[in-house]
């Protein structure tokens, strides 16, 4: 028998998780699977977690969490030498990478998107310094509004707290000198937010990254420019109806490789998570997670 683990954050979804824990567990056992579970209790337990399922040579993780969670599992899962089949269970706030597979939101629906998933791909992942990342990094005043977000603020507004704090931000407009370096190219700027982003969902716009795909090896990065006036309307009606990287205030580029730095201190979010500080270097490890799906019709 095939054997799985089960990383398990029983705070996310504001607890909601707990309510489905038995339904999460006999969804993986009628797979076939012999279950083990692993419950976080603090930062970092989940990738902990998960380079023991590689050491141990087990054939599926499922994780149950928010992004943070699924950050730490594919930190834990990256450049091993036995990789089990990875999926999971969203119970996050914004849930950028079930949304960019798909996954259903509803945790019942999800749970039986579980059920039925019988197909693996491989998906890409980012590399920032030593460490690995899913979604997206971020880094400027908007994308640092994220750390002042609290639980309660979460409970109450889900996605919409984010862009409460974000909103804040952008009325201040600061902006910040960075420099981009790419294989063949630099690019000095001041810019008022860098956005890399390894799927077309980021910070819950869909639309984004109309061009992102799970597999494709890039990085698609955004440098949002000083905003002026109207600009701030059009860059966040541009970031639902899929033309932001049209704007001229945006530069786009698609890169397997970037090393970002600025003169000043500057944090990075990733993955929704406060991150190390600039500079940091960015490689795509392509096609490198096993991520068990469904089979797309």
């Known amino acids: 028998m095939e054997n799985a683990m089960l990383i398990y954050n029983p705070s996310s979804g504001d607890e909601l998780a707990g309510e489905y824990y038995l339904d999460i567990t006999e969804a993986i056992e009628q797979k076939g699977y012999q279950l083990e579970v692993r419950e976080t209790e603090k930062s970092g337990d989940a990738t902990v977690f998960a380079a023991d399922a590689c050491r141990q040579m087990f ?9 943070g969670t699924i950050n730490e599992v594919i930190n834990g899962l990256a450049e091993q030498r036995h990789q089990p089949l990875f999926t999971f269970i969203p119970f996050g706030t914004v849930n950028d990478f079930a949304r960019a597979i798909g996954m259903p939101m509803d945790p019942d629906k999800a749970i039986a998107y579980l059920k039925e998933a019988d197909t693996e791909q491989r998906v890409d992942i980012g590399k920032v ?4 990342f899913v979604n997206v990094i971020a880094v400027g005043a908007i994308a640092e509004a994220t750390y002042d977000v609290s639980p309660e603020q979460k409970t109450r507004f889900g996605a919409l707290s984010y862009y409460i704090e974000g909103a804040k931000k952008v009325t201040e407009n600061n902006s910040y000198p960075i420099r981009l370096t790419l294989p063949h190219q ?3 700027e001041q810019a008022f937010l860098v956005i890399i982003g390894m799927t077309n969902s980021i910070a819950g716009f869909e639309k984004l990254s109309l061009e992102a795909e799970l597999d494709d090896g890039l990085m698609h990065v955004f440098i949002v420019k000083e905003l002026k006036g109207l600009d701030i309307v059009r860059i966040i009606s541009s970031a639902m109806t899929g033309t932001f990287s049209e704007q001229d205030q945006v530069i786009y580029i698609k890169t397997n490789y970037a090393r970002l730095s600025s003169k000043v201190k ?4 990733i993955d929704g998570d406060e991150g190390e500080d600039l500079p940091i270097e960015l490689n795509v490890l392509k096609k490198h997670i096993r991520l068990l799906r469904c089979h797309e019709k």
């Open 186 to 188: 630099e690019i000095e």
């Open 59 to 67: 054939d599926l993780v499922v994780a149950v969490g928010g992004d």
């Open 129 to 132: 310094n030593d460490h690995y």
């Open 266 to 269: 500057l944090h990075t979010n």
